[in-house]
């Protein structure tokens, strides 16, 4: 048995990243491949002497769970990241030392070989189900090899971290048996809220689902990428200057206030943001402990009781009732406008696509999709292909007297937004969680549908002088669809997005 994690997940080239593992083998090495085009194997360290440590019960005392509120406290190892390693998303594969001296982890051998030469192409099945845990390479000289910057969405990622591992369930997470905290119960400055820990071991899926068809997509398309996580972007006020353009990208859920903030100054001061994400900034974090763990006030049941209603750490609700600041000033669309589908993660759903708005705006160049402005039928955008959802965001809207579908802004959505694909939620899954205006898992709040509730695409542009451009895909499976090529037009628009918006242009009005 070998597991770990990282003890911050960014690090720059040229330092040393620390990894913390437990083992009851008396020997490991750290193997490390780079996602790309392909699946890269970059080098091996060790060997490291094993230890073997439990992790930390569950307060709640059932054997069958750890704490996801506590740092597993495992023993640390350095792994040094040589200066010449590229920018990237990286896996750190745990490997025990066998008779011989050969390396064997808990991946299948044969599927290891071909990862470890690239063989692997970068495909989900060449990575999941590996014991594994992710890292990003920053480069010494942010800037230097590209103006788009990736944020991969670890808050999230932590969010939803069960800390399993193969044969061994333990459920635990913000959504399995989570840990709540009184505010002024737990250590001093810190608030109430569900709390979690990003010090327990975590796997790879989320990364091999969303992430890895993209960034092979980006390469294979001739993109230079540099990569951040959530944290990074939490703890420097200074990471966005170098960039013209930054990447949300598949299910981006947890957001901390300085990661708004830096956001929104971003846009502001030229910058240009792309969402090819979903259910974006729903949920406010606090980095407690030295930026190792986060507390959430949010709406998931502890036991068979909600601790605290209402959940405070909600973006667009009112204040005091939650943050009152709402995502849509921000991405145009919220997930209360949107919704997810019922079933298992990330299951099937419909394939119509994005019916099209505004055909002859930029971002359908080269498509040569229609909006039915000629008198024909309007075009869908990724018909065919499972494109909304898994989790969807809207913005709140009224048809006009020619049948377009206009932002009314009366959910936070600003002014400047326009509308390029709706594709409406109908019927309404009632069955699921009372999944209501996106809410789900807890009592929906606003009683009644007030208006029509679909999955939108769109654009707008800040409302400064020389302000940026932010263009939302409204839905999670984005990437995957862009990723794997299944929809050309998809692929397109992608381009066209990052042709247009991956460097400033403050002499032309990029949004219209």
Known sequence: MIEGYVHRESVIAGSTLRMHVSTDAADFRIRCYRLGRELVFMGESGPYSGVWSPPPPHPDGDPEHASPAEAWGWPAYGLPVPEHWPPGIYLAHLAHLVEGGTAEGTADSAADSAAASGESGGEIDGIEGFEREFFVVRPRMPGRTARILYKKSTFTRHAYNQSNRTGLVRASSLYEHPVYQEGGDGPAGEPRGHKLSMHRPGG???LAYWDAPFIAWLERAGYDVEYCTDLDLHADPELLAPYDLLLSVGHDEYWSAAMRERVAAFTRGGGNVAFFSANTCWWRVHPVDGDTAFVSDTDHQVGDAYPHLPATDLWWQPAPDGVGEPENTLTGVSFR????????????????????????HWVFEGTGLRDGSDGGRPDALGAGTPLIGYECDGAAFAYDETGTARATGADGTPGSFLILGLYLLDPVHEDFHQLKWGHWNCPAREREITGPRAATMGIHTS????????????????????GRETDPAVVRVTRNVLDRLGRRDPSRPAGR
């Open 204 to 206: 790879v899926i989320d």
């Open 337 to 360: 406008n949107g919704g997810m589908w019922p079933g298992e993660w990330p299951g099937d759903r419909p394939r119509a696509g994005y019916t099209v708005q505004h055909a002859g």
């Open 463 to 482: 409302d400064e002088p020389g302000g940026g451009t932010v263009f939302t895909a409204g839905t999670t499976d984005w990437p995957v669809v862009c």
